[in-house]
């Protein structure tokens, strides 16, 4: 290719080279990015789905049943503490004694 100089000259002007580009190389390294990328999501909805069975509205029912102490009245009343996530997670996590009185009080803040 030919360009005009400054002075007039004509200069012969070098093309521009390409770049090898390594599509083979490249595809292989985009997918090898999402396949971790779609493990790493799976991996995550696995660990939700395991925390919401861990303090699920079942395991509490089943855990309240089995507390002898508690009234049917009291043991109905405790649903509706157990609508709420983080008061299953409490009422799951706290030793039995301290389960009992902490359950206990949340149903009188329903009352």
Not at 35 to 49: D, G, I, W, Y
Not at 68 to 91: P, S
Request: aromatic share 6%; net charge neutral.
């Amino acid at each position: 290719m030919e360009v005009q100089g400054i002075v007039g000259k004509r200069v012969e002007k070098e093309p521009k080279k390409r770049k090898k580009v390594d599509v083979a190389g490249m595809m292989e390294s985009y997918i090898a990015m999402k396949t971790k990328q779609a493990e790493e999501e799976a991996a995550t909805r696995e660990r939700a789905k395991a925390d919401v069975d861990e303090f699920s509205i079942k395991k509490c029912i089943a855990v309240a049943n089995e507390i002898e102490e508690l009234t049917t009245e009291e043991k109905v009343d405790a649903f509706d503490v157990f609508m709420n996530e983080q008061k299953r997670e409490i009422f799951l996590s706290a030793d039995p004694s301290s389960r009992i009185m902490w359950l206990r009080r949340q149903l009188a803040r329903l009352a």
